[in-house]
């Protein structure tokens, strides 16, 4: 009996369709409700910044939900399902708290005995009595999705039994391992979910765009994101040295965390214990008024999540070398995967684009764009040197990977030396330094990454560091030579076409 190719039987379509009608839905809700408030406040003033968070969060955790469920789909992982049921029922937990929260906002402390407004008084035609229907209408709909769901996973449960026998066999051993394993990789993806939840919370409701925290809390998503990533690497491949500094990293989150900045602002951002502390503070607590309560949640549960990935990291260490590597790497190849590292950079960097709406971005943007490109569709072509024996078949000399990570870490600290700073640069003069303590580690760590799995031979990633490193000296001196002074035009007719600044 062969497996199912992914999105192939008539519960997986379901299952997705589900999720998405209901994103759909919620997050219609969510944006008329933000759109009703906007025109009516101003949300500078911290008592409103309640609404911003409510929308950013429940985008994020709409298209967080439905890439998991993908994913769980991809890889056979109901574990992943029961994980993503659990998480939607978190969802209808924070809808119900966020009519409590935005009511605190608009309504609460405010006097209306003498002067009743229609801004910040309950009341027919009231701005609070516009937006409650649909702040009630997100949580039925999460909840009738979520018994939809549950229908569904009961039919993928009995699909997916086949799946996990194909991988693992009728070892009960094995397959037990195999569900530490499973259950390992879903921690960790959680863990990424609830520490973004918190850091946004943060960036839009307390820290200012010019202070060191806000720069240091942006550059510390990406940098959390590759940790997590490298922690898969190690409990897929069983790497021993890569998994215990994974383990380190984990205690060392929860208790302190100092590099070159202020250890208070460090652990603002990576202790949940500290952030938790925060709120609560006499000092600080009026900072947290409107968002306290969900604020305190998503701290809890990122806490939670950390030591329980913890600990079952230490069960997985446990099942090294016992015969489980084979079935890891057979698992992820059930499906090909659907969440390449171009998708990932490729996001980011529009990301990154559309935020700063800087011309300087979007051209560094484009030359890593040409350096991958060219990498991969014309050198590798005509150098036609393969890759280690039994990895893919395509050519690997230079690595694809080295020439893109490379041109970053050249680029962005030729960046930060010799170029102005842009305006919309969170956190000032601090990103000049931030930005190459971030970047060069993590360069040198994927550049290795390459050869530990086995992708590359060192000579594949010298080349492609190299030529990454040429490439972004290259584009630097073409920018810095006059083609700056166009983009510095073209910023001015984007502002007065789209009205950004």
């Not at 990454?468 to 630097?476: E, K, M, T």
Request: net charge positive; glycine share 6%.
């Amino acid at each position: 009996m062969a497996v199912e190719p992914l999105l192939a039987t008539r519960a997986q379509r379901a299952f997705i369709l589900t999720i998405t009608l209901q994103a759909i839905v919620v997050l219609t809700m969510v944006g008329i409700t933000f759109r009703k408030v906007e025109v009516k406040v101003d949300f500078r003033q911290s008592n409103y910044k309640t609404l911003p968070c409510y929308l950013a969060l429940f985008a994020l955790a709409e298209v967080f939900e439905l890439l998991m469920a993908l994913d769980a789909l991809r890889l056979r992982n109901i574990i992943q399902l029961m994980g993503i049921l659990l998480f939607h029922m978190a969802l209808i937990v924070f809808a119900a708290i966020q009519i409590h929260e935005t009511k605190s906002a608009l309504v609460g402390g405010h006097d209306c005995t003498n002067s009743p407004n229609l801004i910040n008084c309950p009341g027919p035609g009231s701005l609070w009595n516009s937006v409650q229907p649909f702040l009630i209408v997100v949580p039925c709909v999460i909840a009738f999705a979520w018994f939809l769901m549950m229908f569904w996973i009961k039919e993928l449960y009995s699909e997916f039994g086949w799946a996990i026998f194909h991988v693992v066999g009728a070892n009960p051993k094995m397959k037990r391992m195999y569900q530490w394993y499973q259950i390992m990789l879903c921690l960790l993806k959680f863990d990424f979910f609830f520490f973004v939840g918190v850091t946004m919370q943060l960036l839009i409701i307390v820290l200012a765009r010019n202070s060191a925290e806000f720069g240091v809390t942006i550059t510390a998503i990406p940098v959390v994101l590759v940790l997590l990533a490298l922690c898969r690497t190690a409990v897929q491949r069983e790497i021993k040295w890569l998994m215990t500094v994974s383990l380190v990293m984990m205690l060392a989150a929860s208790s302190y965390y100092a590099v070159n900045v202020n250890i208070r602002c460090a652990l603002l951002i990576f202790d949940p214990v500290y952030k938790l502390v925060r709120i609560y503070e006499p000092s600080s607590r009026e900072l947290y008024a409107t968002t306290r309560a969900s604020l305190t949640i998503f701290t809890i549960v990122a806490f939670l999540l950390l030591f329980a990935s913890f600990a079952v990291g230490l069960r997985c260490f446990a099942d090294f070398d016992r015969g489980l590597q084979a079935s890891k790497v057979n698992g992820c190849r059930l499906n090909p995967p659907i969440f390449q590292t171009n998708i990932v950079v490729t996001g980011l960097t529009a990301i990154s684009i559309l935020t700063t709406r800087s011309a300087g971005v979007a051209y560094f943007g484009a030359g890593a764009l040409a350096c991958s490109l060219s990498v991969k569709f014309v050198l590798k072509r005509i150098i036609r040197q393969p890759r280690p024996v039994g990895k893919k078949k395509t050519y690997g000399m230079p690595s694809t990977h080295s020439a893109s990570i490379a041109y970053y870490a050249t680029f962005v600290p030729l960046a930060c030396l010799y170029l102005p700073l842009h305006p919309s640069v969170p956190g000032g003069e601090t990103a000049r330094v931030v930005a190459p303590i971030i970047v060069l580690p993590l360069a040198v760590m994927i550049a290795i990454s390459r050869v530990a799995l086995g992708h590359h031979t060192w000579t594949q990633v010298v080349a492609g560091c190299a030529f990454g490193v040429a490439w972004a000296c290259l584009c630097f001196t073409v920018w810095t030579r006059g083609l700056n002074e166009y983009g510095r035009t073209v910023e001015q007719y984007s502002d007065e076409l789209f009205g950004w600044r």
